[in-house]
């Protein structure tokens, strides 16, 4: 392709070299031709040009047909090999597809081995589980065989020790039932002791009690014998006595008359001796009297003097006060005159009190009329000087008004003399009347200002009259207080001491409401001390199962119980004293019919507990007894009865009759005997033979047991 | 022993009162005899050895005491605490054991921890237990059967609880006092003293 544009291009060169060749002779032509004009040239330049241009135009032409052919040629080819490329790509494709194809059914085959494989797989494991599972359950059973092979050998093997423990226990209860055996026999000769022991207590209980009532009656009759030594002794004494008296009679006959005769004297003696104390008694008075008259001698001649010294002050008074008086009717003439002097000088006092107050009173009108006057007059003086300021501001207005007309006149004239052309009448009226409202603004102004100005002359007129007022109160307080003070003086002394007491009064009533209080606060402290409270702050609270309420319950419940003892106590001890004389037997009684102590109670309840023992005893040992004899009978074929003390009984399983029954007796030596009997007469041969011959006792019993066993099977 | 926050609570002293009390009234009971010296049991608080009852009645009474005690105490409505002894066969009131307890209001509203040492605090009541012992040598012996019982002064407007009740205050006739020690949380005030009926007037 590249070649070929080459070749296009060396082909357009050339021909337009041929071209410019040519032209270059046409050109020299042109030249040659001779000297055209400019225009011509120019012409001839531009014609060149467009036919260069022509010729390039043509070759671009050219060039771009060859290109275009070119292009063409390698599409053409591309697209050739394009195809080419296709066909070989959907070959391939083709290709590829086969083998995508084939893929997919290898892998296709390969998953359903997969499938297979696993499915394989899975049966393996289900088969392995299995397998497992069976392994285990063989190994369970194993083991469960074990454990049972184990658990039985551990049974025969507690078998075998619970073999020979019960061979043990066998024989220990082989031995219990011997030593029982020999117990219960122990027990038995036991019984039979106590119950001789019984007897003779019971026997000796009784000798007792007889000898216990003998001894009391002869107690009682010693008691008698006693209470008549006693009698005795006493009517001894009493004899003696009565002996001693009647020797001392013969003595006491003479005592009796001196004594007599003493009476006789006394008695008259004793009537002397009233007789002289009634004459002592008078004498007594009298010198009571002498004494009481002695006092009052004593007494009355004190108060002589006392009134002598009285008298002569009295009689003195005259001399010493220098008046004429020798008498009290002198001192009363004199005292009568005093007082008429003191009532007509408290008269003149209370007329000088009386007119003093009138004319302080009137001084006090004529001060107050003083003020009032100088509050007029100070009025006045303000009236004359709002007035004077008055007419000043009237002088000031005339000045003012005067000052003003004759400037309205200048305006007037200077308007007068300006009026020339124009007639300005209007105008000027119009300017009067304005400068008559200015001058009536000016004026109301200045009337305004005047009227305040006058109200604040008032207003400080009236301030100055109150001045002047409080200025006056002042000065007559201040006069007052001084009168005050002065008339104090002698008009509230009284006054004042009547205060100075009324104070020292309530001094002392306040002293004493204070140590009220504090005996109170004393008081309350105590009383909180002791436990009070304030009934309206505080309560007072306690549990109501306290430790003392208890207490005194439990003390109720024990004093009322006690009570109850005692009055059951007095009505049996009143029942018994009823009943009878009081004996022993009785009292036996009450003993009895007291409540049970303590001690009784314990020795019941030991009793009961020991009979309780001897019962069950007695029932166990009964229960042995009678297993032992069954065994006894079933395993030897012999039932043994004990008939007597020391003679036993065996009867037979075989016998032919109930009565059949062998004898036996037990020496004093401690053998075994038989006795005669009907059936023992029968076994006369084995009697000689085991027991005379053999001396087994045993064997000859074995010997009748066959015997009879014998006869029983072949009859 | 109360907790070792510094600074005393409204709660902690009121616990700390009320344990005073439990200890106190045991020690009052062993040292007067009014219960027999071996029903109680020997226990350390306060760093000295006290006497705990072991009568499960008793023991009950006085845990049930307490505990309201506790509450009131919080809620500072008590003003005193009294143990009077009677006698049981005179129904006489032979001697009154009396706590009175101030309690500062304050610190009701502000719950600020109050700053004293517990240390101190149990001093003071270590002291005036001590003091409690001592004065049994003078105290008049109690010779007959004697029971006590515990009465709480209150605030008037306090509701009464269900197993509580009013009583008189059970003043002693002709008594002496005796004033004994106090001690006090910061919150609470407890101060202490014993009257006793006068020897010669029995």
């Known amino acids: 392709m590249d070649l070929d544009d080459d070749t296009a291009v060396l082909t357009t060169l050339k021909s337009f070299n041929s071209f410019i060749s040519q032209s270059e002779p046409a050109r020299a032509s042109i030249l040659t031709a001779g000297p055209p004009t400019l225009q011509g040239q120019y012409k001839r330049s531009l014609e060149l040009l467009e036919a260069a241009e022509k010729f390039e135009s043509k070759t671009r032409f050219l060039q771009l047909d060859q290109e275009k052919k070119q292009m063409e040629l390698s599409h053409k080819k591309a697209r050739v090999e394009l195809e080419k490329v296709a066909s070989d790509s959907t070959r391939e494709l083709e290709h590829e597809l086969d083998r995508s194809q084939e893929l997919h059914w290898r892998i296709k085959r390969f998953e359903e081995s997969e499938a297979e494989a696993r499915r394989n797989l899975k049966e393996q494991q289900d088969h392995q589980r299995s397998l497992k599972k069976t392994l285990d359950n063989l190994n369970k059973r194993l083991e469960e ?84 030594l006693v009698l005795q002794e006493q009517d001894m004494s009493i004899v003696k006595t009565v002996k001693s008296e009647a020797a001392k009679v013969p003595e006491l006959e003479k005592e009796l008359k001196r004594l007599r005769e003493e009476n006789a004297f006394l008695r008259e003696s004793r009537e002397n001796c009233s007789l002289l104390k009634e004459e002592a008694q008078g004498l007594r008075r009298k010198l009571e009297r002498a004494d009481k008259t002695k006092e009052e001698l004593l007494t009355l001649e004190l108060d002589k003097e006392k009134l002598v010294a009285k008298l002569k002050a009295w009689e003195n008074l005259g001399q010493s006060t220098g008046l004429s008086i020798k008498s009290p009717e002198d001192l009363f003439r004199e005292v009568i005159q005093i007082q008429q002097r003191e009532i007509t000088l408290k008269e003149q006092n209370y007329a000088l009190n009386s007119r003093l107050r009138g004319m302080e009173r009137s001084q006090a009108e004529l001060q107050s009329e003083a003020c009032k006057q100088r509050a007029c007059t100070v009025e006045e003086q ?212 007291l409540p049970p102590s303590k001690e009784v109670l314990e020795l019941r309840k030991q009793m009961e ?33 004990i008939t007597t003390a020391n003679q036993y009984r065996l009867t037979s399983v075989y016998a032919e009759h109930m009565e059949d029954s062998l004898l036996f007796k037990k020496g004093s030596n401690g053998s075994m005997q038989l006795m005669e009997t009907e059936f023992s007469k029968t076994l006369g041969e084995m009697v000689s033979l085991h027991l005379h011959h053999q001396k087994s006792i045993p064997a000859f019993l074995s010997a009748v047991t066959l015997d009879l066993f014998s006869k029983q099977t072949m009859v | 022993m109360t907790s070792t926050l510094k600074g005393i ?17 045991n020690s009052i009971l062993y040292q007067r005899g009014i219960y027999p010296p071996e029903s109680f049991s020997r226990v350390t608080h ?157």
């Open chain 1, 382 to 593: 303000r009236r004359r000087e709002a007035q004077d300021s008055l007419l000043r501001r009237l002088q000031r207005r005339l000045l003012l008004l005067t000052k003003e007309r004759d400037g309205m006149r200048g305006i007037l004239e200077s308007y007068d003399s300006e009026l020339g052309a124009t007639e300005y009448t209007p105008q000027l009226s119009r300017r009067v009347k304005e400068a008559e409202d200015l001058l009536q603004k000016t004026q109301s102004h200045n009337a305004e200002m005047e009227a305040q100005l006058t109200k604040a002359q008032e207003e400080s007129g009236t301030f100055r009259l109150q001045l002047h007022t409080v200025e006056q109160e002042l000065e007559e307080l201040k006069r007052k207080q001084a009168t005050a003070t002065e008339s104090r003086s002698t008009v509230s002394n009284e006054e004042v001491s009547i205060l100075r007491q009324k104070i020292e009064d309530l001094e002392v009533e306040r002293q004493r409401l204070e140590q009220r209080n504090s005996e109170l606060e004393m008081q309350l402290e105590k009383g909180t001390l002791q436990g009070d409270f304030d009934q309206a702050k505080t309560k007072l609270l306690h549990f109501k199962m306290n430790p003392t309420a208890v207490a005194k319950q439990e003390r109720q419940q024990e004093v009322d119980s006690l009570r109850e003892e005692v009055t059951r106590l007095r009505e049996l001890l009143r029942s018994m004293q009823e009943s009878g004389a009081p004996d022993e037997g009785s009292v036996l009684g009450l003993s009895l019919s």
């Open chain 1, 145 to 228: 065989r074990e454990g049972r092979i184990s658990t039985a050998n551990q049974t025969i093997s507690c078998l075998q020790d619970e073999i020979r423990e019960l061979k043990l226990k066998l024989q220990g209860m082989d031995s219990t039932i011997s030593s029982q055996g020999l117990e219960k026999e122990e027990l038995q000769d036991k019984l039979l002791l106590q119950q001789r022991k019984y007897q003779e207590l019971a026997q000796l209980c009784q000798s007792l009690q007889a000898a216990q009532s003998t001894c009391s009656e002869h107690v009682f009759k010693i008691k008698e014998l006693e209470r008549r």
């Open chain 1, 609 to 641: 507990s020991s009979e309780l023992k001897n019962q069950r005893l007695k029932e166990v040992f009964q229960k042995k007894i009678q297993e032992f004899r069954t065994v006894c009978y079933v395993l030897t074929g012999y039932q043994i009865d």
């Open chain 2, 46 to 202: 306060y760093d000295m050895s006290l006497q705990l009852t072991t009568d499960s009645k008793l023991k009950n009474y006085l845990s049930d005491v307490v505990s309201q005690l506790k509450e009131w105490l919080f809620e500072c409505t008590v003003q005193r605490l009294v143990l009077v002894i009677t006698c049981l066969e005179t129904n006489e009131v032979l001697e009154r054991w009396q706590f009175d307890i101030e309690c500062d209001k304050s610190a009701k509203e502000s719950s600020v921890p109050r700053e004293k040492s517990l240390k101190t605090i149990q001093d003071e009541i270590r002291s005036v237990i001590r003091q409690v012992t001592a004065t049994v040598t003078f105290l008049p012996l109690l010779e007959t059967p004697c029971a006590f019982d515990l009465l709480v002064y209150t605030d008037k407007d306090l509701v009464v609880p269900e197993k509580w009740e009013e009583s008189g205050p059970q003043i002693i006739s002709q008594s002496e006092e005796v004033p004994l020690r106090s001690f006090t949380t910061s919150i609470h005030k407890v101060s202490s003293m014993v009257a006793y009926k006068r020897a010669d007037s029995v």
């Open chain 2, 9 to 25: 609570t409204l709660k902690g002293s009121a616990e700390m009162v009320a344990e005073f009390f439990s200890f106190g009234i």
